[in-house]
């Protein structure tokens, strides 16, 4: 008898019939929750298409020390799924704008702007233009309604896909005063920046808006002013407001603004007000790199946790809103591992929020607002490093896997991406791919390669995964335009 491969899976053969079957009854028990809901949770993965999903569950697996395939992120063990068609209404491929926007308002708008319809003007620097054709967001309708409401973000609180749930604007790179006196100099009635929609928000949002958490330091703080963690960095805005401390002026009894670990550690949640969090000038660390921040970042899923506990007070339910956007940034930089460790995080956050609420009262969706160039290929054996070259299925039983070679004889990696900075001009002139035989592949900086050049890697414009359980949870199903997830949420609340 000839010896079992030596990359192998742990199941026996009766196994697989044996999962099949208990999905099957797991099938059979499943009843739909069709009450409402108290609370409804939106998870947000930037950029995680199911390529993304795919490698961060065999990473995450593999981190385990298992093969890694079998293995299950969090939000995968819902009951609910479907696919979601991310397109813009004027982008086959789009941007976080307009599909955080059809995510969180339930209307398709154009590339780059934020909580407007797709009449707006391109730039419109017209406050009442813009005002004319806002879209209210999901946040906004719950706050109205009485209901507690929070943003956490590893990317800046004014990044597209937080400042799509409380700001309005024709273009998302308006994050503070600078931006919009640039693109918009001596106009009489400027639309407000991004950062000072969070600050100056309508009474409602003002008033419900418990707990934002996130980056951005610098969109908040006068140009000039020193940063508290980087001492040779300072604020963007030009109109010399200090936001932060506006926060805690405007916000209540209790008010609070913090900036690093110490400050979010100290946080208890019984008795503190309102909270403001940012933890770096610009983005959130990478998750791989936060633990050698210089003063110290809480994890996605801690700040997932502090929002839950925060919310929880209050009588009436919540609404919140986490942003892995960290993601989309590793992938523009065609940098996989950072990419994979955030989704590994994002995962780790929707499981911490699973064991802080009630499936019965509280609705948590998981989704991506679009994907990437990001790809897995060859042949691979089963238990490959997701992250190393290509050994494929060795032709014998008991022999080892073998690197597998290209067609120019050099070896080539399971990940890699169509476009992006993992291949450049003068490489493409030389005529020659570079031979990855001697170079560590799972290193942190080590890039993917590429087909084709790009100093930034862009989005894909494939349908994305949503996850759902909870009251109406089981609305999500089939092939669903993005904006209809909004719907699904609302519909949950009984708005």
């Known amino acids: 008898m000839a010896a079992p491969p030596v990359v192998q899976g742990p199941e026996s053969v009766a196994d697989w019939h044996a999962a099949g079957a208990r999905f099957i009854q797991q099938g059979h028990r499943l009843k739909p929750i069709t009450g409402r809901a108290r609370n409804v949770i939106l998870f947000v993965g930037d950029g995680m298409g199911i390529s993304t999903q795919t490698a961060a569950r065999i990473l995450e ?17 819902f009951p609910y799924s479907a696919l979601s068609k991310t397109y813009a209404w004027d982008q086959q491929t789009p ?32 406050a009442s233009v813009v005002a004319a054709h806002a879209v209210p967001s999901l946040l906004e309708m719950a706050a109205a309604r009485g209901k507690a409401t929070g943003i956490v973000s590893t990317a800046r609180l ?23 006196a640039a693109a918009c ?25 418990k707990v934002a958490l996130g980056g951005g330091r610098s969109m908040f703080m006068p140009r000039g002013v020193a940063d508290p963690e980087y001492a ?24 609070r603004y913090i900036w ?46 502090k929002a839950i506990r925060l919310l929880q007070r209050e009588r009436r339910g919540y609404f919140l809103m986490v942003e892995a956007g960290r993601i989309d940034h590793a992938h523009h930089a065609g940098n996989a591992r950072r990419a994979l460790q955030d989704t590994i995080a994002l995962s780790d956050a929707v499981r911490r929020a699973m064991a802080l609420t009630r ?8 989704t991506a607002d679009h994907s ?5 290929a060859g042949y691979p054996h089963r238990g490959n490093d997701i992250l190393g070259l290509v050994k494929g299925v060795p032709d014998e039983d008991g022999q080892p896997p073998t690197v597998t070679l290209a067609d120019d004889g050099k070896p080539y990696t399971t990940l890699g991406y169509q476009n992006g900075p993992g291949v450049t001009p003068a490489t493409l002139a030389a005529g020659a791919r570079p031979d990855l035989s001697r170079v560590d592949t799972t290193a942190l900086h080590f890039l993917q390669q590429a087909a084709v050049p790009l100093q930034s890697e862009t989005h894909g414009g494939e349908d994305v995964a949503i996850w759902a359980r909870g009251p109406r949870a089981h609305l999500v199903r089939g092939s669903m335009e993005q904006n209809w997830v909004f719907h699904v949420m609302r519909d949950a609340f009984g708005f």
């Not at 040779?232 to 008010?255: I, N, S």
């Open 61 to 77: 697996g593999q981190q385990r020390g298992q093969p890694g395939e079998e293995n299950r992120l969090a939000f995968e063990t």
């Open 95 to 126: 941007d976080s704008a307009p599909t955080m926007t059809a995510l969180i308002t339930g209307y398709k708008t154009r590339e780059g702007m934020l909580s407007v319809n797709h009449l707006t003007p391109r730039n419109a620097c017209d």
């Open 158 to 180: 004014t990044h597209a896909t937080p400042g799509a749930t409380y700001a309005h604007t024709a273009a998302r790179d308006w994050e503070s005063d600078a931006e919009v």
């Open 185 to 209: 100099p001596g106009h009489a009635t400027p639309v407000k920046d991004i950062a000072r929609q969070l600050i100056e928000a309508p009474p409602a949002v003002r008033q419900n808006l």
């Open 232 to 255: 040779a960095r300072t604020g963007r805005r030009l109109d010399g407001r200090d936001l932060t401390a506006e926060w805690v002026q405007t916000r209540g009894p209790g008010a």
């Open 260 to 305: 690093n670990r110490a400050g979010f550690d100290a946080l208890d949640v019984r008795h503190t007000g309102p909270v403001l969090g940012l933890f770096e000038p610009s983005h959130m660390q990478y998750e791989a790199d936060r633990p050698t921040d210089p003063a110290g970042e809480p994890s996605l899923a801690e700040m997932t946790e």
């Open 359 to 366: 499936e019965a009262d509280t609705l948590i969706v998981v």
């Open 372 to 376: 990437h160039t990001f790809t897995m």
